[in-house]
């Protein structure tokens, strides 16, 4: 398929999905490239990087299939959102915040996000390892338009992104320097 077959896929999947579209492709720029054979060093696959057995969970039965990615991939950010919603409901009222937390369950695991979360409240995104970090300060702005994620890391460590404008240049030359490599 063609970049723009692919990106036609995918906005008809996001908005059956009820996920914007923007934010989608910002997921699948940064997760595969919109690369269909891509595979990290962990083991996830295709355009939206599934793991094999959360392809399974959102009943994937080749990830290497745009069609069935990008509907497994659409349809495990729902599941996320769920999750994240089930345990800070709070979130709902604030995409701004909302998103990133999904986000970063989508990169890092919801679990891990939900025990950031419960031990650290709304400065969880100081406690997050730096690759999900700079994941979110890349995707998450194409997700709202609500202004800036403000993270509060007094008493915690130094946080590297709290969404400064220099970050998001470093997140998406990062993503340039990796699409040069590939």
Not at 37 to 55: D, E, K, Y
Not at 78 to 91: D, Q, R
């Amino acid at each position: 398929m063609t970049r723009a077959e692919l990106e036609q896929l995918a906005t008809r999947i996001a908005q059956a999905e009820n996920i914007p579209v923007r934010g989608f492709f910002a997921l699948v720029q940064a997760e595969s490239n919109w690369d269909v054979n891509a595979v990290s060093p962990v083991g996830a696959q295709g355009l939206t990087q599934l793991m094999p057995a959360t392809a399974v969970e959102v009943g994937v039965t080749d990830p290497f299939d745009p069609e069935q990615s990008l509907l497994g991939g659409a349809q495990y950010l729902n599941l996320v959102k769920g999750w994240v919603l089930s345990a800070a409901p709070e979130l709902a009222a604030t995409p701004n915040e909302l998103w990133p937390a999904i986000l970063a369950s989508y990169n890092w695991g919801i679990g891990n996000w939900r025990n950031a979360y419960r031990q650290h409240g709304d400065s969880w995104l100081c406690y997050v390892p730096e690759e999900t970090e700079l994941y979110v300060a890349r995707v998450s702005p194409a997700f709202h338009n609500e202004g800036e994620l403000i993270v509060n890391c007094a008493g915690g460590p130094p946080a590297r992104a709290r969404r400064f404008p220099w970050l998001l240049l470093l997140a998406v030359a990062a993503g340039l320097a990796f699409r040069k490599t590939q």
